[in-house]
């Protein structure tokens, strides 16, 4: 008969086994295969599967790994790759939470030549400041660059910030400049500064 204590043995064993492995993909590979082979439920799966999402996690964010390349390597399709990313089962779309670590994509000078949104404006408006809600523009600027940015990029003071690791980063690549980076230069020009401007104009012309 088995009993509790044989179980957690067990248990154990299973983890030390997956735990043991080389490097994120042997863990994830092998955490796989003991999950198909023995097709558990209940406190062992749940264990199993956790140990599998943190390798599947840690070939993301220190390998850079996609989706596919998750696939490819555990022999699976790339939607599996991303539930099992995702904390979730077979046919579930209730993910287990993640936090996406981030970088600095750069000063708001490095992309706007300013040293901050509020010298950008006041380098606009010129000796004309004082004709305009110079405050609520700021606000309203920021906002827009906000509005521009891809999920996961913002800017936070004086610098951007977004995704460190490609398999974080899910905008549409036409975004990015030459060299594979987000054009955040571009997409600041985007913003209609002076139409803009105009919402805050204090003498109504």
């Known amino acids: 008969m088995t009993t509790n204590?044989?179980?957690?043995?067990?248990?154990?064993?299973?983890?030390?086994?997956?735990?043991?492995?080389?490097?994120?993909?042997?863990?994830?590979?092998?955490?796989?295969?003991?999950?198909?082979?023995?097709?558990t439920k209940g406190e062992l799966q749940a264990a199993?599967?956790?140990?599998?999402?943190?390798a599947v996690l840690e070939m993301?964010?220190?390998?850079?790994?996609?989706?596919?390349?998750v696939a490819k390597a555990l022999g699976i399709s790339r939607s599996r790759a991303q539930q099992i990313?995702?904390?979730?089962?077979k046919g579930t779309t209730k993910p287990r939470t993640r936090s996406v670590t981030t970088t600095s994509y750069g000063s708001f000078y490095?992309?706007?030549?300013?040293?901050?949104?509020?010298?950008?404006?006041?380098?606009?408006?010129?000796?004309?400041?004082?004709?305009?809600d110079v405050d609520g523009l700021v606000a309203a600027f920021r906002?827009?660059?906000d509005a521009q940015l891809p999920d996961g990029v913002v800017l936070a003071g004086d610098?951007?910030?977004?995704?460190a690791y490609a398999a974080d980063?899910?905008?549409d690549p036409a975004l990015n400049d030459e060299d594979g980076h987000l054009d955040i230069a571009t997409l600041v020009e985007k913003v209609d500064f002076w139409a803009l401007a105009a919402k805050f104009d204090k003498t109504g012309a």
């Open 110 to 132: 490095n992309h706007a030549k300013a040293l901050n949104p509020e010298s950008y404006v006041a380098d606009a408006l010129t000796e004309y400041g004082d004709d305009y």
């Open 169 to 171: 980063r899910d905008w």
């Open 5 to 39: 204590t044989d179980i957690k043995q067990i248990t154990d064993q299973l983890l030390a086994l997956v735990a043991g492995q080389d490097s994120a993909i042997e863990r994830a590979r092998t955490a796989t295969e003991v999950l198909e082979a023995l097709g």
């Open 143 to 145: 906002e827009a660059i």
């Open 159 to 163: 610098e951007f910030l977004g995704p």
């Open 48 to 54: 199993l599967t956790a140990a599998r999402q943190d």
């Open 85 to 89: 990313a995702e904390g979730r089962s």
């Open 60 to 69: 993301r964010d220190k390998d850079n790994a996609s989706h596919g390349d």
